[in-house]
């Protein structure tokens, strides 16, 4: 097999209050006295490694809280991994410096959920896509105008609209725009975190397909965020399945909706509506999606879960390997193996 | 049977500066009993202000400009403001796409509760308290007697909108309008207020007005579909049949660009354009820009005309017609 493209290697992302000295003082004499320090740090992703080879599109998918967009902001360097390390065509993106630190970030690119939050209200569409590549030299300001219309185009844009604002754009062009500003940089990996979330049904669908397109002009990689199973699944090879921080689950997108393993997997889908289904009863997994200030210990599913055994609430199980290229992290396949 | 409540050619215009917006526009549809009619459209369609003008809460510059709103032989858009409050909350109750929205942050929820039984109900205080905490164990909130005396920062946003649906339920209403309750929720969440808000609707007989853009739940849920576009009802009848072989373009290409019934990894089929500007609809069907079946006939204005299977549909050249 190839390099991967990106590689996270026992990543973690710990968010926590940084104490004062008074505040340390306060818990330190609170821990003389007996009493236990609180917890008031969240594992938002908990020891996460994954690779993604080039050219793939990775589904990942979650709930809300599950870290699926911490997972999304490291890999786009955004925000720095806790512990672990993240590869970028095999170079620590952490160690890489100067030059090369900076062309690795540029080369992942993120697409955001928010098209309203995400572009700067006071900037022209000319700014918003075209700033980094002249920035960054990427493009000469003789050969700029065209180079700008040349991206706008690509996204879907009519380039004469490069003088205007944000507001004057519809929520499915400003989402071009986000695409259009990711790609001005000419990268070669997109984090789209919940890219279609915000948008209509019909103005979703332009834009899937124009990230399917894009993949093959391009010949981008995708690490495709959302809690749209239907999105994933439709656009995605592999899916990954994160439950509070862990991913639970991961294979081949058809091997995940013909033989999801992991009981979280399942009931997942169970509950995703269908268009094809015809009114029926509701049924539901019980329980709520738990803190992940206090997450459960062991398998952090084992409350909801209905096959949850002694074992469960002990010991956290490892990705296994049940297929090939089909792990899940749940302790029922050793005991059928 | 007849029907719960029944809205005939609605019309609610939004008198703004830049003009007239016509949110709902000569929209018709009925409820009855036990039954769950899906309100779908996209932003702008007007199924929200649909929704508002039902349960009496449209805001200046907007009010009812026509049409009437039946329910018991009363018509809702002509009614004064205090009968209204007699029944809004109590016959008819409304739950919103954010519960935080719906819920007073400084309060408790008994409090919030307890307000909405003695608004309508001449009983005690401890019989209030009693009956909301009985709704709360309704809608499956664990421990029901320690959460009536939390805030509503305290739940989760699905436990939030389990409260609202609580309150809404508290007088038992004919009526529930649910505005897209479920968008914000996560899939899991979705799944149980689902089958909460259907157990209701089943055992109370409770007509529900379920508005949403996302056709997949309405799939599951709804007997009668009614589809909006730009403050029109393009498409009404029964869920199934609309479904199975949508005859209105705007319908086929929202089902048909849903991705799950797509090839995967094949382009989605997608429908042309965007969503029209109400302050500036072109004359005739507002929908021809988008469509590739429009002539020009399409330059005026299609009348809902009934349809074979007994549904309604606004078009001069639907689907199962030779283009």
Redesign the interface.
């Known amino acids: 097999m190839s390099e991967p493209i990106i590689e996270l290697r026992g990543v973690s992302k710990r968010f926590g209050p940084s104490y004062d000295a008074a505040a340390r003082l306060t818990r330190a004499i609170a821990g003389r006295l007996g009493a236990p320090p609180r917890n008031e740090t969240v594992r938002a992703v908990d020891t996460v490694s994954l690779s993604i080879q080039r050219g793939e599109v990775v589904g990942l998918v979650g709930e809300s809280g599950c870290g699926k967009s911490t997972i999304g902001r490291m890999v786009a360097g955004i925000m720095p991994p806790t512990e672990g390390q993240i590869l970028f065509k095999g170079h620590d993106i952490a160690t890489l410096s100067g030059r090369d630190g900076k062309s690795a970030k540029l080369k992942v690119q993120m697409i955001f959920q928010d098209p309203y939050a995400s572009l700067n209200p006071r900037l022209r569409v000319a700014d918003i896509v075209g700033e980094a590549p002249l920035t960054h030299g990427l493009v000469s300001r003789a050969n700029f105008d065209s180079y700008l219309d040349a991206q706008l185009h690509r996204a879907g844009l009519d380039p004469s609209f490069k003088r205007r604002y944000p507001h004057q754009f519809s929520g499915g062009q400003r989402q071009r725009i986000g695409i259009a500003r990711a790609l001005a940089v000419q990268p070669e990996f997109l984090v789209c975190d919940e890219a279609v979330a915000a948008l209509d049904v019909s103005i979703q669908a332009q834009i899937l397909n124009l990230f399917m397109d894009l993949r093959r002009e391009l010949d981008l990689t995708y690490l495709f965020i959302s809690h749209d199973l239907g999105v994933v699944e439709h656009l995605s090879d592999r899916v990954l399945i994160m439950y509070l921080g862990r991913i639970v689950e991961s294979a081949r997108t058809e091997e995940i909706f013909n033989h999801a393993n992991h009981p979280y997997t399942r009931a997942l889908l169970a509950e995703v509506p269908r268009i094809d289904s015809r009114k029926h009863r509701f049924t539901a997994i019980t329980g709520e999606i738990p803190s992940p200030l206090n997450p459960p210990a062991g398998c952090h599913f084992h409350p909801r879960c209905p096959h949850a055994m002694p074992r469960c609430a002990a010991e956290a199980p490892t990705m296994r390997e049940i297929a090939p290229g089909h792990h899940s992290a749940c302790h029922l396949n050793e005991v059928a193996a | 049977m007849s029907a719960t409540i029944e809205v005939r050619d609605l019309r609610t215009h939004f008198f703004t500066r830049a003009g007239v917006v016509k949110a709902v526009d000569d929209v018709s549809f009925s409820v009855s009993r036990g039954q769950?009619l899906g309100l779908v459209g996209?932003?702008g369609s007007g199924k929200t202000v649909t929704g508002f003008s039902i349960i009496g809460l449209v805001d200046p510059p907007g009010r009812i400009a026509g049409g009437s709103i039946w329910y018991q032989g009363k018509d809702l858009a002509h009614l004064s403001e205090r009968e209204m409050r007699s029944l809004r909350g109590n016959r008819i109750a409304m739950i919103f796409q954010d519960p935080m929205m719906t819920l007073n942050p400084v309060l408790r929820i008994d409090t919030q509760m307890i307000e909405t039984v003695l608004a309508h109900s001449k009983v005690s205080r401890d019989e209030a308290s009693r009956r909301s905490r009985d709704a709360l164990g309704m809608v499956g909130i664990p421990s029901p007697d320690e959460r009536l005396r939390a805030y509503p920062h305290q739940f989760?946003?699905?436990?939030r909108q389990r409260v609202a649906i609580a309150i809404a339920l508290l007088h038992n209403p004919d009526l529930l309008i649910a505005d897209e309750p479920t968008t914000a929720l996560?899939?899991?969440?979705?799944?149980?207020i689902?089958?909460e808000v259907?157990r209701l609707a089943i055992e109370h007989g409770t007509a529900l007005i379920w508005i949403t853009?996302?056709?997949?739940?309405i799939?599951?849920?709804?007997?009668q579909i009614a589809v909006m576009y730009a403050g029109r009802v393009v498409e009404s009848g029964d869920?199934?049949a609309i479904?199975d072989r949508p005859l209105h373009p705007y319908t086929h290409?929202?089902?048909g660009?849903?991705?799950?019934?797509?090839k995967?990894?094949e382009?989605?089929?997608?429908?042309?354009g965007?969503?029209p500007n109400l302050l500036s609809l072109p004359p005739g069907c507002a929908f021809r820009m988008r469509c590739a079946r429009a002539d020009a006939a399409c330059e005026i204005e299609p009348p809902a005309a009934p349809h074979d299977d007994g549904r309604e549909l606004r078009c001069f050249h639907p689907m199962d017609q030779a283009a």
């Open positions: 769950v996209e932003s989760s946003g699905g436990m996560d899939v899991t969440i979705q799944a149980q689902l089958a259907q853009h996302d056709l997949s739940v799939a599951g849920l709804a007997d869920a199934a479904l290409g929202l089902i660009s849903v991705p799950s019934r797509n995967r990894g382009k989605l089929r997608q429908i042309p965007m969503t």
